[in-house]
């Protein structure tokens, strides 16, 4: 909008946590746009004025950032302030979380081994990625619990996006969460140079990259940067839902030109198939 945009980040990558190759390509495009980035570093307000901020940088490259604006997003944390928890002897944990069972019901604290009666919390205060529609997605299920059925979250199928632009979208395993469980995978990628729609919207940056188990074929991943991904994540997630495989994925009849297409072409290139693109051996 107008603005010099530069971003300090403690972590060694943008979006810590995230697929690295995302972060990497993503990071990459961001700077072609003239976003610039300090990797590795640690800041500090050195001066304050009413029009000024100057931060000292430690890292890497130790030097003085001078802005006009700071904006500090270095995550988020559990608002439990004024729900009266001490009243009622309840403890949160070490991240300040409630501690809660599959149910959603709350226990008073680590320890304890029966839940407080009628007592139930969601979303933002208990574990998982705190996240608007994880939040909706278990209050409907503590709803449907409540009424006698069986209501269900399936945590490996929440995505998570960064609204920026070109946008990113996760879900399920990256590769290093595979490698750590010791789940033998294949891999995919494809990449939005080489799709028709985002060449014709003078939008080709990004690439999608699919994780797939190595004997079931099930989609274990997907982590991707690109126009509008924040919409084309969702069909991944369905397919992860149904349990379905990159084949079921990869044989999805597609409109053309459409971005989507993408998808499909990833899911080919898992088995070397893809139609647009380069295939390797994996």
Known sequence: LGSKVQVVELASQILPGWDPGLAKGLQKDLE???????????????????????????????RELAADRILVAVGRRPYTEGLGLSSLGIQPNQRGQLVTDAAFRVYSSTEAEDPVPGLYALGDVIQGPMLAHKAEEEGVALAELLSGQAGHVNYHCIPGVVYTWPEAAMVGLTEESLGEKGIAYRKGSFSFAANGRALAMDQAMGTITLLADEKTDRILG??????????????????????????????????????????????????GQAIHGVNRKR
């Open 222 to 271: 997907c982590h991707m940067w690109g126009p509008w991904v924040s919409d084309l994540v969702g069909e991944v997630v369905a397919v992860m839902e149904l349990m379905g495989s990159v084949e079921d994925l990869g044989r999805i009849v597609h409109a053309h030109p459409t971005l989507p297409e993408v998808l499909k072409e990833a899911a080919l290139s898992v088995h």
């Open 32 to 62: 072609k746009l003239g976003l610039e980035f300090f990797l590795n570093a640690k800041s500090s307000i050195k001066k304050k004025t009413r029009t000024q901020v100057t931060l000292a940088l430690e890292g890497p490259e130790n």
